[in-house]
């Protein structure tokens, strides 16, 4: 028996410019993948530590103080009120949710999940594993009459770092309330705008005081530094996220017990978030003039973790220039055809190799 043929791993295509990148005498920058590099927030390893000699299991739905915090912080970071704690499910990761969640809601063999025009590789890879089928569309125009079951955002963009507004937004959520198509907003970049302040579709603005249909995913890997700790939760309408918690406490997806209080330390601590923009928009401070100035132009990239560069050229072309100087970056195309001409650009590298990165690019 074999299952849905799945895309080639990303990054696994990257072996040859990441060889060339490392033999430059000053060492590899990574700069193609979003994985952090800063410390671990004291008050997070902490409260990590504080829990770790509870011996039973945890709660799929989390603990109630978890719960609780995660209102609160979307309420004080982002505006988002009327969500109610029972309404949170933690989850291990993002990513893993973003896999499963066509199959966990039933959007499988002949239905259809919509995913943007350039987006982050696992929407595909969800909706394959689900049996759904898929369609690339930024426009509600280019859909017509299509009534899909599932349809994914992204705001900020990965790879672009494009921010959608409020009324785009709120255009979508009523189109899909008009045809019963459930809107997912992968909102995992929400706290770090600088061009753009980002809305999620949670905001009162969007949505018109009903969550009905809406949900939205949130991580901790980039705001806190947690990705070793496979740390997110999503949230929204009651409704599917009691379905979607029934499945996961038959399935087993329970976020452990000591992740689950670091994850309410992280979204207690305000000045720990605020610490870490402060280490990214360094960076890109750093990182977008000295793009400018080698000959890119920056397209988008209002917010998020990424520059969203091209040179004119394909992507692979430009991969290879940059390898030449030691620099790794991911092509364009990793995200959809239409980033045949830009690569992605992280400030997730320490302040050395970003620094490192400028030098080379002025050379």
């Not at 603005?205 to 947690?226: E, I, M, P, T, Y």
């Not at 949230?235 to 399935?251: I, Q, S, W, Y």
């Amino acid at each position: 028996m074999s299952g849905p043929k799945l895309p080639d791993f990303p990054w696994d295509s990257l072996a040859g410019h990441a060889a060339t990148a490392r033999a430059h005498p000053g060492g590899i920058v990574d700069l193609s993948v979003g994985t952090p590099v800063d410390p671990v927030p004291d008050s997070i390893r902490v409260a990590l530590a504080s829990v770790s000699d509870i011996p039973g299991y945890p709660a799929t739905h989390g603990t109630p103080e978890l719960r609780e915090t995660v209102v609160e912080a979307l309420r004080r970071r982002h505006g988002v009120t009327g969500v109610e704690p029972d309404a949170v499910l933690p989850t291990i990761g993002s990513k893993e949710l973003v896999a499963w969640l066509p199959t966990l809601l039933g959007a499988g063999e002949g239905k259809t999940v919509v995913i943007p025009e350039l987006a982050y590789p696992t929407y595909e890879v969800g909706a394959l594993l689900a049996g759904a089928s898929i369609v690339r569309a930024d426009s509600l125009t280019a859909l017509g009459p299509a009534r899909p079951a599932l349809l994914w955002l992204n705001s900020p963009s990965n790879p672009t770092g494009k921010v959608l507004g409020v009324e785009h937004l709120r255009k979508v959520v009523e189109w899909a309330r008009e045809r019963g198509t459930v809107v997912v907003s992968d909102e995992c970049y929400l706290a770090l705008g600088w061009d753009a302040e980002p809305v999620s579709i949670l905001h009162p603005d969007v949505h018109g005081g009903s969550l009905d249909g809406l949900l939205a995913v949130h991580s901790l890997s980039k705001s806190a530094n947690l990705a070793g700790y496979r740390a997110g939760f999503v949230t929204g309408d009651p409704e599917l996220v009691r379905r979607l918690l029934e499945v996961r406490k038959h399935a087993g997806m329970i976020v452990p017990r000591p992740v689950q209080e670091a994850m309410r330390a992280a979204l207690a601590d305000d000045e720990a978030l605020s610490e870490q923009r402060r280490r990214y928009a360094a960076r890109r401070a750093v990182l977008r003039p000295a793009l400018e100035k080698a000959g890119f132009r920056i397209d988008d990239s209002e917010a998020g973790l990424y520059l969203w560069a091209t040179r004119g050229e394909s992507a692979q072309d430009t991969l290879s220039w940059l390898a030449e100087r030691g620099i790794l970056a991911a092509p364009g195309t990793f995200y959809g055809p239409r980033g045949h001409s830009h690569v992605r650009v992280a400030l997730t590298a320490t302040d050395e190799r970003v620094n490192a990165a400028a030098e080379r690019l002025a050379e």
